[in-house]
C-alpha cells in the first residue's frame, strides 16, 4: 500500500544536524588548528555530515520525481522537476559565489586561475571553486538531478518501477566500480550515498513501517561509530565510507521517517534544517577568508570549544537571515516564472497530423 503523504519534519531536523556537522568541522579548523584530536574528530563529522547530506537528497529527489511524474507525466514532470532543482541550486549558489571568489581575489590572488580552473565551469558547477570548496558536494547534486530527469523522460507506470530497477541496478554498477577502483565521476562511490536515499522513499512510499525510535537510535550509534572508525583520515575510506557512513545515514532517516507519526521535530529544528542549504554555503565563505588570514594567530583572538561552539550558532544564525531574506523571495520568484513559462497559454502548439 503506498503513502500518500511522507512526513518530513524529522527530515528536516536531520538536515540541519548534517549542516552543523560540516559547520563544526570548518569552525574547529578555524579556532582549533593546533589541537590534532579536535581537528580529526571534527573532520570526521564533516563527512558524516555529507553522506547524511546525500542520502537524504537521494530520498527528496526520489520523492519529488515521483510526485511530478505522477501529476503531470513524463514531459512536463521531467520539465518541472529540471526546473525546481536548478532554481533551487544555482541562483544562491552564485550569490554566495560571487563574493566569495572576490574575497578570495584580495586574500589568495586568482584562486581559480591558479589552480587551473575557468570561471564559466566553476559559475556552471561543472568544477568546484576553491573560493566556495563546500561546492564540490554540489556537483553530485547536479548530475544525481540529470540522472532523474532522464529517468522520468524513459519512465513508465508511476515511475516507482522504474526507480527501483535504476536503484538496483545503479548499486550494483557502483559496488563493481568501486571493487574495480574506476576513476568515472559517475561510478563515484558518493552516489551510492544518493542510492540510499533512494531506497528510503521507496519503502515509506509502500508504508512499510518500522519502530522509529528504535531504528533511528541504530541508525545514529551506527554513524556515530563509523565517524569514529574514519577518525584519522575519512579521504582514505573511499571504498568503505559509503557502508561507514552511509548506510547508517539511511537507517537513521528511515527511523526517524517512521518516527514521525509519534514525535515531530520542534519548529526550531525544522527551521535549521529548512534554512540548511544557507548554512552549508555562507560558513564557508565567510570562514575561508579567516582561516587564510589565520586568525586565531591574533592575540586578542580567544580560541577554545566555546568559541567554535559559538561559531557555529553564529553561521546558523546567518544562514537562517539568508533563508528568510533571500532563499525564500528567489524560490518565490522561481515560482512564479514556473507557473508562466509552464502554464497552458505558454505551452508549444503541437503539429496537426
Given amino acids: ?82 526546473y525546481n532543482r536548478v532554481t533551487r541550486i544555482y541562483p544562491l549558489y552564485w550569490i554566495v559565489l560571487l563574493p566569495a571568489s572576490a574575497i578570495a581575489v584580495f586574500t589568495t590572488g586568482s584562486a581559480m586561475e591558479n589552480a587551473g580552473l575557468s570561471y564559466e565551469r566553476v559559475f556552471m558547477l561543472l568544477d568546484g571553486s576553491p573560493a566556495l570548496a563546500v561546492a564540490w558536494t554540489l556537483k553530485y547534486e547536479i548530475y544525481f538531478y540529470a540522472l532523474m530527469t532522464a529517468l522520468m523522460m524513459v519512465g513508465w507506470g508511476n515511475l516507482r518501477q522504474t526507480l527501483l530497477i535504476f536503484a538496483v541496478v545503479y548499486a550494483a554498477v557502483l559496488a563493481f566500480a568501486m571493487f574495480m577502483l574506476l576513476p568515472w565521476f559517475l561510478t563515484s562511490s558518493y552516489f551510492l550515498e544518493f542510492v540510499f536515499g533512494m531506497m528510503v522513499f521507496l519503502a515509506t512510499d509502500r508504508g512499510w513501517k518500522v519502530h522509529g525510535l528504535i531504528v533511528s537510535l541504530i541508525g545514529a550509534a551506527g554513524l556515530a561509530y563509523g565517524t569514529y572508525v574514519t577518525l584519522d583520515d575519512p579521504w582514505s575510506y573511499n571504498f568503505s565510507r559509503p557502508f561507514l557512513l552511509g548506510i547508517p545515514s539511511m537507517v537513521l532517516l528511515y527511523g526517524m521517517i517512521c518516527l514521525e507519526k509519534r514525535w515531530q521535530a520542534p519548529k526550531i529544528a525544522t527551521a535549521i534544517g529548512d534554512a540548511s542549504y544557507s548554512i552549508y554555503l555562507w560558513h564557508f565563505a565567510i570562514l575561508h577568508p579567516m582561516y587564510i588570514l589565520k586568525v586565531w594567530e591574533y592575540p586578542q583572538v580567544y580560541t577554545s570549544p566555546t568559541t567554535v561552539a559559538a561559531t557555529v550558532v553564529l553561521m546558523v544564525l546567518i544562514g537562517m537571515m539568508s533563508y528568510r531574506f533571500i532563499e525564500i523571495p528567489l524560490a518565490n520568484l522561481a515560482r512564479r516564472l514556473r507557473i508562466w513559462v509552464f502554464s497552458p497559454s505558454h505551452a508549444v502548439p503541437l503539429p496537426a497530423e
Avoid at 593546533?34 to 581537528?39: G, H, Q, V
Fill in 1 to 82: 500500500m503506498r503513502e500518500k503523504n511522507i512526513p518530513i519534519n524529522n527530515v528536516q531536523l536531520l538536515r540541519g544536524v548534517a549542516a552543523c556537522l560540516v559547520v563544526l568541522c570548518h569552525a574547529t579548523f578555524l579556532w582549533g588548528p593546533t589541537l590534532e584530536y579536535p581537528r580529526k574528530f571534527s573532520f570526521a563529522c564533516g563527512f558524516s555530515g555529507v553522506a547524511l547530506f546525500f542520502v537524504i537528497s537521494g530520498f527528496v529527489i526520489a520523492m519529488k520525481a515521483a510526485e511530478g511524474f505522477e501529476k503531470k507525466g513524463r514531459i512536463i514532470g521531467a520539465s518541472e522537476f529540471a
